[in-house]
């Protein structure tokens, strides 16, 4: 299994936005990068994934390194309900359906 | 679509208490999975089932039981429930791209 490294917390100011890092050096080559967050006492909530090229959704876009061994999530706009530790997750194509391992994660605080 | 759900919220239980957490979902999904999060921490696999009738222990499977009842319901039993067992657990299932979690429920064992 890849690890992880990330940042234990980081600030932002309200509606600007956010790019919080993750270092997978140890990434395999069929392993996507999965993006997680945790809203305070609720279940994780997934956000995005990628393999090899940017993506971009409704709630965030996710950039890759050409090398794949990091990636940033970046948020847009930050907003008070983007408060929430964010997990980088690399999972294996082969088991979408797998199980997800879970690191610490990075807590995001959004000042108003 | 209520999604995932989880029964109960809350509970407490004593030393060598039995219980069961209930897990349902109604995305028609193959899979599904028990977590568990203990304070300040990631969440870890107990438990998961590819598919109805099927079940594989994950990273924490000791002290814990599993029934995949269904192709809606997955459940963790509790036998002889242990101080170090209070957590939250959360119940997911998928296919993919995400796995979608339930509320979580918080167990105490006193």
């Known amino acids: 299994d890849a690890k992880t490294t990330q940042p234990n917390s980081m600030e932002s100011n309200e509606e600007e936005p956010v790019h919080l890092p993750c270092n997978h050096s140890?990434?395999?080559?069929?392993?996507?990068i999965h993006w997680y967050r945790q809203l305070p006492s609720q279940g994780p909530e997934y956000v995005i994934h990628g393999l090899t090229s940017n993506v971009n959704n409704r709630m965030a876009s996710l950039a890759i390194a050409e090398d794949r061994k990091s990636s940033t999530l970046i948020l847009h706009r930050a907003t008070l309900r983007d408060a929430a530790v964010y997990y980088c997750?690399?999972?294996?194509?082969?088991?979408?359906?797998?199980?997800?391992?879970f690191g610490q994660g990075t807590e995001l605080s959004v000042k108003p | 679509n209520a999604g995932v759900t989880q029964t109960p919220k809350f509970q407490v239980l004593k030393t060598g208490q039995s219980m069961t957490l209930q897990c349902a979902q109604d995305?028609?999904?193959?899979?599904m999975y028990w977590y568990r999060q203990d304070p300040g921490m990631g969440l870890r696999l107990i438990y998961y089932?590819?598919?109805?009738?099927?079940?594989d222990k994950g990273e924490v499977p000791n002290g814990y039981n599993v029934s995949r009842l269904n192709k809606r319901e997955f459940s963790l039993r509790l036998e002889s429930a242990a101080p170090s067992q209070t957590s939250v657990y959360f119940c997911?299932?998928?296919?993919?791209?995400?796995?979608?979690f339930g509320p979580g429920t918080r167990l105490t064992v006193t």
């Open positions: 997911a299932s998928s296919p993919p791209p995400g796995q979608y």
């Open positions: 995305m028609n999904h193959n899979s």
């Open positions: 140890t990434i395999s080559g069929t392993d996507y």
């Open positions: 089932s590819a598919s109805e009738g099927t079940t």
């Open positions: 997750i690399p999972h294996p194509i082969y088991n979408q359906g797998g199980k997800l391992i």
